[in-house]
């Protein structure tokens, strides 16, 4: 898999393979309607993942609005998890920031979510809050956490010992 990956801008043509992945992804999945309005909102960042013959394995939506881009949907194909797909994508996404000079990534996730609150953990994100009942169809609370690329761009900076700080 690992050589035919790459990182494309999502198109109406993609939304069969999209819409597949996200109906196995999720109990209350996107509607066709909510990923044709992403793909025309000009702050809305849409791309999806491909693998061997160029077919859609996974896709990540995202917003960028001023300082901050905020992460609205991404899954993977059951088929092919655990492969580092799900991780690459995250990475996508902090670096289109990074690049962007954005301050802040952020997302919200269901506090039942274990596998995606470890990838976004291993991806350097923190939780900073809860949001009660923020999703209507079970009520569960919204775990919102944030990737915070101003603090991750001060590492290399902090003063040593030798400066006399
Ligand atoms: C969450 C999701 C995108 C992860 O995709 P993936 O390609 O399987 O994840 P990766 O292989 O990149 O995993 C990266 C890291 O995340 C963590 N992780 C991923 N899946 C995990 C699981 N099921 N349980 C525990 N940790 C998990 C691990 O730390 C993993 O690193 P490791 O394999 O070195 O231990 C995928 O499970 C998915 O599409 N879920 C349904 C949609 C969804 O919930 N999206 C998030 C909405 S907020």
Same mark, same amino acid.
């Given at each position: 898999?690992?050589?035919?990956?790459?990182?494309?801008?999502?198109?109406? #043509?993609?939304?069969?393979?999209?819409?597949?992945?996200?109906?196995?992804?999720?109990?209350?999945?996107?509607?066709?309607?909510?990923?044709?309005?992403?793909?025309?909102?000009?702050?809305?960042?849409?791309?999806?993942?491909?693998?061997?013959?160029?077919?859609?394995?996974?896709?990540?939506?995202?917003?960028?609005?001023? #300082?901050?881009?905020?992460?609205?949907?991404?899954?993977?194909?059951?088929?092919?998890?655990?492969?580092?797909?799900?991780?690459?994508?995250?990475?996508?996404?902090?670096?289109?920031?990074?690049?962007?000079?954005?301050?802040?990534?952020?997302?919200?996730?269901?506090?039942?979510?274990?596998?995606?609150?470890?990838?976004?953990?291993?991806?350097?994100?923190?939780?900073?809050?809860?949001?009660?009942?923020?999703?209507?169809?079970?009520?569960?609370?919204?775990?919102?956490?944030?990737? #915070?690329?101003?603090?991750?761009?001060?590492?290399?900076?902090?003063?040593?010992?030798?400066?006399?700080?």
């Amino acid at each position: 898999m690992g050589q035919h990956l790459r990182i494309d801008v999502m198109t109406e #043509d993609d939304l069969g393979s999209v819409l597949a992945i996200e109906r196995q992804s999720f109990d209350d999945p996107w509607p066709a309607e909510v990923f044709r309005a992403e793909l025309r909102h000009s702050w809305s960042h849409c791309h999806v993942l491909r693998g061997e013959a160029a077919a859609v394995v996974g896709y990540v939506v995202f917003w960028a609005v001023a #300082d901050e881009v905020h992460l609205l949907n991404v899954a993977v194909d059951p088929k092919v998890r655990h492969q580092h797909l799900g991780r690459k994508l995250v990475d996508y996404l902090s670096a289109f920031a990074a690049e962007h000079e954005a301050r802040f990534v952020t997302l919200e996730v269901r506090r039942s979510n274990t596998a995606a609150i470890a990838l976004y953990e291993s991806a350097g994100f923190r939780s900073v809050g809860v949001r009660p009942r923020y999703y209507a169809n079970n009520d569960e609370d919204a775990v919102v956490m944030l990737l #915070d690329l101003g603090s991750t761009s001060q590492v290399g900076k902090l003063p040593g010992r030798e400066s006399g700080a």
